[in-house]
């Protein structure tokens, strides 16, 4: 079966040569929603903290990759957001579910409006699954940085608590779903959504846990 990085993550973590740079990438898809919400400093400013605050060598530029291609399986980690419409066809379905079998990641941020779109194209994907919600002990929220209380709110939208979800394939966490909470806002820059110090900094914490974890865990649950 054709894993996700498997020479990148093994020099990363055995040589004593500079780790060699791999990029993480930003999932385009159909249906009409905003796949490039964060576009502009998100997942860059968060690539900046993981390298400042975990030791990684994650190159500086994201990338852009659609649902549907083979490139994905170049990206150990694929984060995906939006507002509104998200459509995956048979082929991009089928797509991303060799990628997340094969050992790849999937970080989905609803920005709110997106969650009733994601879940039945999730479910497309992995029919045979459900998203579950991780208990504040999941070991995704103790990594570098510990969130005893689980997912940390950025963004007030319907008074509701923040939530992370997974769906677990054969006992590994492949897609981590995060809702209630916006926290690619979180990552933008300070002037783009005039969030306070604290709330970008738990978000890029908590963004660099899940980087941590899908590319650094011996054995992610």
Same mark, same amino acid.
């Given at each position: =079966?054709?894993?996700? #990085?498997?020479?990148?993550?093994?020099?990363?973590?055995? @040589?004593?040569? +500079? #780790? *060699? @740079?791999?990029?993480?990438?930003?999932?385009?898809?159909?249906?009409?929603?905003?796949?490039?919400?964060?576009?502009?400093?998100?997942?860059?400013?968060?690539?900046?903290?993981?390298?400042?605050?975990?030791?990684?060598?994650?190159?500086?530029?994201?990338?852009?990759?659609?649902?549907? @291609? +083979?490139?994905?399986?170049?990206? *150990?980690?694929?984060?995906?957001?939006?507002?509104?419409? &998200?459509?995956?066809?048979?082929?991009?379905?089928?797509?991303?579910?060799?990628?997340?079998?094969?050992?790849?990641?999937?970080?989905?941020?609803?920005?709110?409006? =997106?969650?009733?779109?994601?879940? *039945?194209? =999730?479910?497309?994907?992995?029919?045979?699954?459900?998203?579950?919600?991780? *208990?504040?002990?999941?070991? &995704?929220?103790?990594?570098?940085?510990?969130?005893?209380?689980?997912? +940390?709110?950025?963004?007030?939208?319907?008074?509701? #608590?923040?939530?992370?979800?997974?769906?677990?394939?054969?006992?590994?966490? &492949?897609?981590?779903? @995060?809702?209630?909470?916006?926290?690619?806002?979180?990552?933008?820059?300070?002037?783009?959504?005039?969030?306070?110090?604290?709330?970008?900094?738990?978000?890029?914490? =908590?963004?660099?846990?899940?980087?941590?974890?899908?590319?650094?865990?011996?054995?992610?649950?």
């Amino acid at each position: =079966m054709k894993k996700i #990085a498997v020479v990148i993550l093994f020099f990363a973590l055995t @040589s004593f040569a +500079p #780790a *060699p @740079s791999f990029q993480i990438a930003l999932l385009k898809y159909n249906g009409g929603g905003d796949w490039y919400a964060n576009l502009a400093t998100s997942l860059p400013n968060l690539i900046k903290f993981c390298n400042e605050n975990l030791g990684t060598n994650i190159n500086p530029e994201q990338a852009v990759v659609d649902a549907g @291609s +083979p490139e994905i399986f170049n990206y *150990p980690f694929v984060h995906m957001t939006g507002h509104g419409n &998200v459509v995956f066809s048979d082929q991009e379905a089928q797509n991303l579910r060799n990628y997340l079998i094969a050992g790849g990641f999937l970080h989905i941020d609803d920005n709110y409006g =997106m969650d009733k779109f994601i879940r *039945p194209q =999730m479910k497309k994907v992995f029919p045979e699954l459900e998203l579950i919600e991780l *208990p504040f002990s999941h070991p &995704v929220y103790h990594q570098k940085f510990d969130f005893k209380n689980g997912l +940390p709110k950025v963004h007030e939208h319907d008074d509701k #608590a923040a939530q992370g979800f997974g769906l677990i394939y054969e006992g590994r966490l &492949v897609c981590y779903y @995060s809702v209630e909470t916006d926290l690619g806002d979180g990552w933008e820059s300070p002037e783009v959504h005039g969030d306070s110090p604290d709330a970008r900094d738990k978000a890029l914490k =908590m963004g660099a846990n899940l980087v941590q974890f899908a590319l650094m865990a011996d054995d992610p649950q």
